[in-house]
């Protein structure tokens, strides 16, 4: 987020361009670092002019470079972030150092500790960016003020809440009864985004397998 005012960058001769052009560059930037979240908002929930000004007090833009944590284990999750751009991954670290990844994301999804968000208890979570990205954030104090003045965004939270379960509940039915192959075919099917986005060694992380377990499904589907 900007740290200075626009009285700030004049004072200190930071501004290389007519001021009229920085005020369009500022604009234009913030303008599009909401655009997918409105898009998403919009497609669930029609919002008027009046409300989606309401809600853009609320935002809180941030970029991120690859590899930069968004949430480390043990921080209190004080905010979720819808993905605008990049794509984002959350995982554990058990007590040997290896890593097991609960969940991907990218542009248009939303990501976040859920637990300790809610619950305000450490996070079991660390969240990293998988690529340079551009986040729009949410806080607590915003989320609840926010649930109190527009009941759009309630039901929007509901829903979204609702889908996170609903995709938890059919990845652990998978995980329980699918066979191997039929889970990764599935996934590339439901995920291609992703499958060409993110390291074979974190999908396997995610599926819950090694990487040689993963190569091995791999060759038999590309075989048939």
């Not at 004072?11 to 303008?31: A, E, N, T």
């Not at 991954?89 to 976040?112: L, M, P």
């Not at 986040?135 to 509901?158: C, G």
Request: net charge positive.
């Amino acid at each position: 987020m900007y740290r200075y005012s626009l009285v700030d960058i004049v004072k200190h001769k930071w501004v290389i361009f007519p001021l009229q052009k920085l005020y369009h560059s500022f604009g234009h930037l913030y303008f599009n670092m909401y655009e997918l979240f409105f898009q998403n908002f919009n497609k669930k929930l029609a919002l008027t002019e009046e409300e989606e000004t309401l809600i853009k007090k609320y935002l809180i833009p941030k970029k991120l470079r690859k590899k930069q944590y968004l949430l480390q284990e043990d921080e209190v999750c004080k905010s979720y972030a819808f993905i605008e751009k990049g794509a984002l991954r959350a995982y554990t670290v058990d007590n040997s150092g290896n890593e097991h990844i609960i969940q991907f994301g990218i542009e248009g999804w939303i990501v976040s500790d859920l637990y300790s968000f809610l619950t305000g208890e450490p996070a079991t979570y660390n969240i990293d960016a998988l690529e340079d990205a551009e986040l729009v954030l949410i806080s607590k104090t915003a989320h609840e003020e926010l649930l109190q003045k527009l009941p759009k965004y309630e039901t929007f939270t509901r829903l979204n809440i609702t889908g996170a379960y609903i995709a938890m509940q059919k990845r652990l039915t998978s995980i329980i009864s699918s066979p191997l192959e039929e889970r990764y075919t599935n996934f590339t099917k439901a995920y291609p985004e992703i499958v060409q986005r993110v390291p074979q060694h974190m999908i396997a992380s995610y599926m819950g397998l090694t990487p040689e377990t993963l190569s091995r499904i791999r060759k038999r589907i590309s075989s048939k």
